[in-house]
């Protein structure tokens, strides 16, 4: 019995000096995102058939007027013409990334081969 109480004491004065001598963390405001130049929008995906001619595939990905393609499936393009050959590339399956950039914004196309 004498050592039941002790124990039993023994705990209790562990309990009561942990809880007087914890200290609670201090919560440290996270960093704001940075923002980007241009604001991305959320993607477009496309799917069509591996028949699909080359003048319609180019008519399903839709560009604004204030729009151009800047990169196809992540390699940089130079001008129109250089993103149209690269979209109109013979490929078995798979797909087209299509990176399309504004004036304040950028988007993507992926466009879905199968």
Do not use: K, N, W
């Not at 004498?2 to 004491?9: A, D, E, G, N």
């Not at 050959?85 to 078995?92: G, H, S």
């Amino acid at each position: 019995m004498f050592l039941y109480r002790s124990l039993t004491v023994g705990l209790l004065g562990a309990c009561f000096l942990l809880l007087t001598t914890y200290e609670a963390p201090v919560p440290v405001a996270a960093a704001p995102p940075a923002v980007a130049a241009h604001a991305m929008t959320g993607a477009t995906l496309v799917d069509v058939a591996h028949t699909t001619p080359p003048a319609l595939l180019l008519s399903l990905i839709r560009i604004e007027e204030d729009e151009h393609v800047v990169a196809v499936d992540d390699q940089l393009v130079e001008s129109d013409l250089d993103a149209r050959a690269a979209i109109l590339r013979p490929r078995q399956g798979g797909y087209i990334d299509v990176t399309i950039g504004g004036s304040a914004h950028e988007r993507r196309v992926l466009v879905l081969l199968h």
